[in-house]
């Protein structure tokens, strides 16, 4: 079993940046491919970014390519996500989550273990 807890969301105007952290207690993360998600109210959860065990290889949804970045800590239970140039559209509760199979990095249901979310509003 993983749990995993994230941090660093807040309040921020647009163009400014924020680094959200994902911590996992039970198992070390490089098991497992990571992965962020972001939910908006009225909308389906939807794919942001993902990273191999390794960290090697990073994907991310074409609306964030060049502004968020997808890291692996130097400690193995932690995963981050810098995101700069932020726009309102990005306001939403972000989620992390660890993958065991890897089969489908972009799909929610993909994923076994999920965190509670942060809260990340961007305001114009």
């Known amino acids: 079993q993983v749990q995993l807890a994230e941090s660093g969301g807040g309040l921020v105007q647009v163009g400014g940046s924020l680094r959200l952290s994902c911590a996992a207690s039970?198992?070390?993360?490089?098991?497992?491919?990571m992965g962020w998600f972001r939910q908006a109210p009225g909308k389906e959860r939807e794919f942001v970014a993902a990273?191999?065990?390794?960290?090697?290889?990073?994907y991310y949804a074409d609306s964030v390519k060049g502004r968020f970045t997808i890291s692996r800590g130097n400690a193995k239970d932690t995963v981050s996500l810098q995101m700069n140039s932020l726009k309102p559209e990005d306001t939403a509760v972000y989620y992390c989550?660890?993958?065991?199979?890897?089969?489908?990095?972009?799909?929610?249901?993909?994923?076994?273990?999920w965190g509670q979310g942060t809260q990340v509003t961007v305001s114009s």
């Open positions: 989550a660890a993958d065991r199979s890897g089969n489908s990095y972009s799909s929610p249901i993909a994923y076994d273990y």
């Open positions: 039970g198992r070390t993360l490089s098991s497992y491919i």
């Open positions: 990273i191999s065990r390794r960290g090697s290889t990073t």
